[in-house]
């Protein structure tokens, strides 16, 4: 079944980010539905502290999330075990980046734009591709 992934994302993780590996497209849907949310919070005072929670939430789960993959890949022959991990430490890594940043300017709706667009193009690329190569590697057990 072919997938097209060159799609915005919306506010619910549509099925074409689906992997079929239950728990991993739990855990995408988890993420997905964090991003959507703090992108979409209000900027107003009443809200700053609900977008630093949820930005804050995002980076805790990411965490758990990348743990979860790397423990399935510790399991199979996986070549690509290595870059799969790269890609996860630079999400964790300009995650933490954007939040210390956005934390000293949570008005700066620029920087939060910018977050986005690398969430996007992060979490496309590393769903449709990464982690589908990942999925195809466990099937094979």
């Known amino acids: 079944m072919s997938r097209n992934c060159n799609m915005a994302l919306e506010y619910h993780m549509p ?3 689906h992997l079929g590996h239950q728990e991993i497209d739990r855990q995408h849907d988890v993420i997905y539905s964090l991003y959507n949310y ?8 009443r809200e700053h502290n609900k977008c630093h929670e949820t930005l804050s939430s995002i980076s805790k789960y990411v965490i758990v999330h990348c743990n979860y993959e790397e423990e399935l890949m510790k399991n199979i022959v996986y070549s ?8 996860h430490l630079q999400l ?11 934390d000293k300017d949570p008005d700066n709706n620029e920087l ?6 690398f969430f996007i193009d992060w979490f496309q690329h590393h769903v449709c591709i990464t982690d589908r190569e990942l999925i195809n590697s466990l099937r094979q057990l």
Do not use: V
């Open 112 to 117: 939060i734009a910018s977050y986005g667009e």
């Open 38 to 45: 703090f992108i979409g919070c209000n900027k107003t005072d």
């Open 80 to 87: 690509k075990r290595d870059d799969h991990i790269i890609e």
């Open 15 to 17: 099925i074409e980010f």
């Open 92 to 102: 964790i890594e300009i995650t933490r980046i954007f939040q210390d940043r956005i």
